[in-house]
């Protein structure tokens, strides 16, 4: 009986909706979507597990807001009253920085899967680009964000992530300036990384998902070559609500796993920022920059004449537009079949950052 | 009497799944809301201070804010040379009230509410005097504390 009046209850507000939204019309959409199934399935949940981890990003940067001071003064010591005061304070915090580890994760396997199962072909190439930006865009979130706590590791972090760039001849010294607001890192840094982090980056976020999901949708999900060499990808599941209700299982566990790691190891706050004291040993960047930090290590002063440092910032910024510009640069094999350089590729550029991270963490800094 | 009626399969799922989505629901929301509460400051425990100005620089018929502990105070000295002081914030919606010495007494710019050399609300939407503090004076000092 009471079932009965509560499903009406629930057909008439989905009535009074409907009249004024037209949210029918959207159903078919919804359910016009369908997952292949095969073998590579379990890659196609990382898009949406992105999305999820982003969401989680807004929604515990919001609540951040109410107690950080972005300044030299007081945003150091907000945190610290954040972490000890606050209730569940650390609890927020942790997520945030957690969460924001692992979404940079996520997208990596996100952009390598997608790589290696050639789903950036025609007619995905700018699927493929905005999805490029997007990584570059959650770096400099991180980026961005690793300096607001005003430590002493985020401090020399920042000064040395924006020494990088100055070495670009002609434009590099402004670059530099421009980033930090002035010679060097101070107050006017923090203010500018916080407008970046908080409105300008995530802006420019929203609409790029915008975008890429707006394409996802359009194109549908791409089958790789691999399985439709040998058939497969026939069967399919609809989008809403079979493959939805798996990402939801998906974004239950990551919220599990980051409030247990929020729980067991706290984001950590460490020193506050002294301009005039020493770098502390052990100086390292978060590890999505530590290979390209470990790299820059074993550049010489000068190689052929040229600044190391220059060759090195030249050669990841082709790496970053090799990245981008992918899908023009691969044109596919002999006779359809994929070309195997750009496997090999990958897999060397993975095995790279592996190693050199690999290294960047158990190399002795103090040799 | 018992209902010999058993309970259906289903009817049976959605009372574990409801009851578990409301359980992660509370789970999250009960550290957000707390979260948001502002936690507890210690309220100053000022009970007197001394102000930064001496009775020899504060001309008659003038009035000047001080600060009482994190509040503002109004130290007002009368025409005839006597002292006084109250809490500077209007009963009204809070604002910080001055001394007019055109009208010769304690004014507010917000709402134009009126004051006497005594504190009571005499024009205006105030509802309530101002809060008078003790104004006590060695040699040149100013000393207010708590009535």
């Known amino acids: 009986m009471t079932e009965q009046r509560h499903a009406g209850a629930m057909r008439r507000l989905w009535q009074w909706l409907d009249y004024r939204v037209g949210l029918s019309e959207l159903l078919p959409l919804a359910r016009k979507k369908r997952v292949p199934i095969h073998r590579h399935t379990f890659w196609y949940y990382m898009g949406g597990m992105l999305v999820f981890l982003f969401m989680l990003q807004v929604a515990t940067g919001v609540l951040l807001l109410f ?38 994760f996520t997208a990596f396997v996100h ?58 001849p002609g434009v590099g010294p402004f670059i530099r300036e421009f980033l930090r607001g002035g010679d060097d890192v101070t107050g006017a840094t923090l203010t500018r990384f916080y407008a970046l982090h908080i409105s300008v980056l995530p802006g420019l976020m929203i609409l790029l998902v915008g975008l890429h999901v707006l394409l996802v949708q359009r194109h549908g999900m791409s089958v790789p070559p691999s399985v439709e060499a040998e058939g497969g ?67 010489p002063a000068r190689v052929l004449g040229v600044e190391g440092e220059l060759v090195g910032v030249l050669a990841f910024g082709f790496m970053a537009a090799v990245l981008v510009l992918m899908p023009f640069l691969d044109r596919g094999g002999k006779d359809g079949r994929p070309d195997p350089f750009w496997n090999i590729l990958a897999w060397g550029t993975l095995l790279y950052i592996i190693v050199l991270t690999y290294v960047g963490y158990t190399a002795d800094s103090t040799l | 009497m018992r209902s010999k009626r058993l309970m259906s399969r289903k009817r049976f799922v959605d009372w574990i799944l409801g009851t578990t989505a409301g359980g992660f629901l ?58 006084r002081a109250f809490s500077a914030r209007c009963t009204h919606l809070d604002c910080t009230v001055q ?25 205006g939407p105030p509802p309530e005097p101002l809060p008078a503090f003790n104004v006590n004076v060695r040699g040149d000092q100013i000393v207010v504390s708590r009535l």
Not at chain 1, 121 to 146: D, H
Not at chain 1, 155 to 163: H, I, K, L, S
Not at chain 1, 266 to 278: R, T, V
Request: charged share 15%; net charge neutral.
């Open chain 1, 111 to 168: 952009m390598f899967s997608v790589y290696l199962l050639k789903a950036y072909r025609a007619p995905r190439e700018l699927t493929w680009m905005t999805g490029a930006g997007l990584l570059f865009l959650a770096m400099g979130l991180g980026f961005t964000g690793y300096l607001l706590p005003w430590n002493e590791l985020a401090f020399f972090a920042t000064r040395v992530g924006t020494e990088i760039p100055a070495v670009i």
């Open chain 2, 99 to 123: 001394y007019r010495d055109d009208l010769h007494h304690i004014w507010c710019a917000c709402h134009n509410g009126h004051f006497d050399l005594s504190g009571r609300n005499i024009a």
């Open chain 1, 233 to 299: 990808g026939k069967t399919s599941i609809s989008f809403f609500p079979n493959f939805v209700l798996r990402d939801l299982v998906g974004w239950l566990s990551a919220l599990a796993i980051l409030a247990a790691m929020a729980a067991f190891f706290p984001a950590e706050l460490g020193e506050k920022a002294d301009p005039f004291a020493s770098a502390p040993i052990g100086i390292k960047p978060e590890w999505y920059f530590m290979f390209m930090f470990q790299s820059l290590k074993y550049f």
């Open chain 2, 26 to 83: 509370m789970s999250v929301l009960y550290p957000v809301t707390r979260y948001l509460v502002p936690p507890d400051v210690a309220e100053s425990a000022v009970s007197s201070v001394v102000l930064p100005f001496a009775v020899s620089e504060f001309p008659r018929n003038s009035g000047r804010i001080f600060r009482f502990g994190t509040q503002p105070g109004i130290m007002i000295r009368t025409s005839s040379g006597e002292l």
């Open chain 1, 67 to 104: 107690y950080y001071r972005p300044s030299s003064e007081g945003a150091f010591e907000s945190i610290q009253f954040l972490m000890a005061e606050v209730e569940f304070g650390w609890l927020i915090r942790s997520i945030h920085a957690w969460g924001a580890n692992l979404m940079v």
